[in-house]
């Protein structure tokens, strides 16, 4: 199924779209046996095939989470508990040493503010507009989704600024894409139907930006681009 997933997302399936998408190739592994027995023997039923199916996809996305950067395991755990609301630190600190991170490392990348006594993560509008994955010492797959979602909507921004941030990620954006799913995942489950519809839009047009990424990894194609931007 891992493999099965993926395509499904590199399909630009919708996030909304995949909890039903993921079935089909659930079921496709029990449909190649005559018959998927119990440990008791008896048959099993397709709602518990269903919900086998459910549970290994929930194991898949927090496998995907446990390969992330540290500091973006740390903003994932926060957001599903906060949002992006600020808390006392000595939250971000529990759940910084859980994962053998220092604080200052989540300051200084930009991802957490600290509120002197409190912290929260960076609003995507208040994340520096100059950001370049290129030039980034510490980059984090979080900051990747922020910028690029917070570009992509921006008055000054677009597909194509939005497309510019993808080709300077290089390797990363596989795990930027799941992440952009993650996100979604979280925030329907809080009932955050803003947050919902963004990480919605940005996995709709992921493909278009890879592939327009792409084009723009072409140096001849990069520089008209620039010059078109400037």
Not at 103 to 122: E, M
Not at 128 to 146: A, F, G, Y
Not at 209 to 230: K, V
Request: aromatic share 6%; proline share 4%; hydrophobic share 45%.
């Amino acid at each position: 199924m891992p493999d099965a997933i993926d395509d499904i997302r590199k399909a630009g399936v919708a996030p909304v779209d995949m909890q039903q998408s993921v079935i089909g190739p659930g079921m496709g592994v029990f449909s190649r046996y005559a018959k998927v027995l119990e440990d008791d023997d008896s048959t099993m039923t397709v709602k518990v095939a269903l919900t086998r199916i459910n549970a290994v996809w929930d194991e898949i996305e927090n496998e995907s989470d446990a390969a992330l950067d540290a500091e973006t395991q740390v903003a994932l755990a926060w957001y599903a508990s906060y949002g992006f609301d600020a808390k006392p630190s000595g939250d971000l600190i529990t759940l910084a040493n859980a994962r053998n991170v220092p604080q200052s490392a989540l300051f200084s990348s930009g991802v957490f503010t600290d509120l002197k006594g409190r912290s929260a993560l960076t609003p995507r509008d208040s994340l520096p507009s100059n950001w370049s994955p290129s030039t980034d010492k510490n980059l984090t797959i979080w900051e990747c989704v922020q910028h690029v979602a917070r570009v992509l909507n921006a008055e000054d921004g677009g597909t194509e600024k939005a497309a510019l941030l993808v080709a300077e990620m290089g390797s990363v954006t596989s795990d930027v894409r799941k992440l952009v799913y993650r996100m979604f995942e979280i925030a329907t489950q809080k009932g955050w139907s803003a947050e919902a519809r963004v990480y919605n839009q940005l996995a709709e047009e992921w493909t278009a930006l890879e592939e327009a990424a792409t084009s723009l990894a072409d140096p001849a194609n990069a520089g008209a681009a620039q010059l078109g931007l400037i």
